[in-house]
């Protein structure tokens, strides 16, 4: 059995090492390749992920899977043996089921799409999309079809990204959460906004990422073990658990810009620094889910990095490295500025309040488009017709509106945005467990330490890696399922303070 286990993680570790190349190849492309080697690269990461893509699927993998079962059995599921062969065997079912050809299809139709997008969304021209759209919407409905059994025809598409979350399950949450949110979000913005003015000044570049990179120094990311470099739109990267690498984008005249990508992409890579180095090159090696991924991110960016504590601390020193900028604002001002709260069009420029009725209109409107409800020509309207219900306002331009994501343009119709907010509501929810776990925490967070919550995050939910799903994990760490009671008692706390509700 241990020469079949030694098998499997050496087939294991070619296929992961196949697509860290990748992946950095994919970094190099968003960092310093000159634009003169994209033809190239493009056919660089295709090779490379065909390979991947065969070496994963070869039925001599199956096969040790199937000659491991009854030692997965003899073990407690919580085996790290147990857990590699289960995942492992997860993952090669999944790719298994969608045949080679579809995958083809999905991949050429995928980048026909995204190249028609990068034009047709500047040009706001939404008819030339349409027909990709109804493309996609096939192709989606296909690759669910290759997983017969579910219940609603997003559940497979959703399991890609949260594994054991169905369309159901998140539909109910989001409805709850959508309820108490649009009424909050209404009363907040019928106040005075607050004013920004202060984060719009001249900052120049080289002295916003020193600052950042000091915070996220303390944060506990390991630049021994990772670099942070510029890009058009910021993402975390992994090649080993020793290079996990951010990426950030700097405005001179938007001080939150760099910042705030900076803490949230830490949050990312010490999620993945963090993980177990027993798992290297096997599939327990990264976060569990993207909800989970984006729950360590959001929870550096906002419970802490948004925070009063938090910059009752470090106002005085960003005062410092910015004194005539900064000297003459008082702390109130600025703390008001970074949690300013308005019905804005695009969802990626969302603050706290509202970030989450955008992901959520985008959620309910992909399954609408996969179970037939909605038709393809019909979105655009669609989604304005939420915009007004949810936000109050509707998008002057397609630009602004349906087309403003790339996510249904490059990829599938369905599962990649419930994430986003399953992130949001899980980062309150383990917050509220850590501080409850380690009082340190709070006083820490006030003189700007952080040991204590790294070191909680890192024994419960880095260091497990993938060996639980999404929903175990919760249930482990914080003894119940997933709740939006700590999210929604966080912002009517923060938010009620800030706009004395
Ligand atoms: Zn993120």
Same mark, same amino acid.
């Given at each position: ?399 602004? *509106?349906? &087309?403003?994501? !790339?996510?249904?343009?490059?990829? #599938?119709? +369905?599962?990649?945005?419930?994430? $986003?907010? @399953? ?56 003894? *119940?399922? &997933?709740?939006? !009671?700590?999210?929604?008692?966080? #912002?009517? +706390?923060?938010?009620?303070?800030? $706009?004395? @509700?």
């Amino acid at each position: 059995m241990h020469e079949k286990l030694a098998e499997l993680r050496a087939r294991l570790m070619e296929i992961d090492d196949l697509s860290s190349a990748g992946a950095l190849l994919n970094w190099d492309q968003s960092t310093y390749m000159p634009p003169g080697g994209a033809a190239a690269r493009g056919r660089q990461m295709a090779t490379l992920g065909k390979l991947g893509h065969e070496k994963a699927t070869d039925p001599a993998i199956g096969q040790l899977l199937d000659e491991l079962g009854p030692y997965e059995a003899s073990l407690p599921p919580d085996h790290d043996d147990a857990a590699l062969v289960r995942v492992a065997r997860r993952g090669y079912e999944r790719l298994t089921k969608v045949p080679a050809e579809l995958i083809a299809e999905l991949y050429a139709h995928g980048a026909a799409s995204y190249h028609a997008w990068t034009q047709a969304r500047p040009a706001n021209d939404v008819a030339t999309m349409l027909p990709y759209l109804e493309k996609t919407l096939e192709l989606s409905r296909r690759i669910a079809d290759c997983f017969p059994g579910y219940t609603h025809i997003a559940d497979p598409l959703i399991d890609f990204a949260d594994y054991g979350m169905r369309a159901e399950t998140v539909r109910v949450l989001f409805a709850e959460l959508r309820a108490e949110l649009a009424p909050l979000a209404q009363t907040i913005t019928a106040q005075p906004p607050a004013d920004d003015a202060c984060l719009h000044q001249y900052y120049p570049e080289a002295a916003q990422l020193a600052f950042g990179e000091q915070i996220i120094r303390r944060f506990g990311y390991d630049f021994t073990r990772g670099r942070q470099d510029k890009t058009h739109h910021p993402f975390a990267t992994k090649f080993s658990v020793g290079d996990v690498r951010i990426t950030t984008r700097v405005k001179e005249h938007d001080l939150s810009e760099a910042l705030f990508s900076t803490l949230h992409e830490s949050g990312h890579a010490m999620y993945e620094q963090g993980v177990s180095a027993a798992y290297e090159g096997t599939p327990l090696a990264g976060g569990t889910s993207a909800g989970v991924h984006e729950s360590q991110s959001r929870l550096w960016e906002n419970l802490v990095g948004r925070s009063r504590p938090f910059w009752q601390h470090y106002y005085p020193q960003l005062q410092a490295a910015f004194p005539d900028q900064l000297g003459a604002v008082p702390l109130d001002t600025f703390y008001r500025a970074i949690n300013k709260v308005q019905h804005s069009l695009i969802r990626t420029d969302a603050d706290e309040v509202t970030y989450n009725l955008h992901v959520m209109l985008r959620f309910d409107l992909e399954l609408a488009m996969l179970e037939g409800s909605l038709a393809v020509k019909d979105l655009a309207e669609a989604w304005n017709v939420r915009y007004s219900e949810d936000l109050g306002i509707s998008a002057p331009t397609y630009s602004d *509106g349906v &087309l403003q994501d !790339v996510h249904w343009f490059g990829g #599938l119709i +369905g599962g990649s945005f419930q994430g $986003y907010t @399953l992130g949001n509501i899980l980062s309150a929810q383990l917050f509220e467990t850590a501080r409850k776990a380690e009082p340190a925490i709070d006083s820490e967070l006030a003189q700007g330490e952080f040991g204590a919550l790294h070191g909680w995050l890192r024994e419960q939910i880095y260091s497990p890696g993938s060996k639980y799903t999404a929903s175990e994990l919760v249930e482990r760490v914080t003894g *119940g399922p &997933l709740t939006i !009671v700590p999210y929604l008692a966080y #912002l009517r +706390g923060k938010y009620g303070e800030l $706009y004395a @509700l």
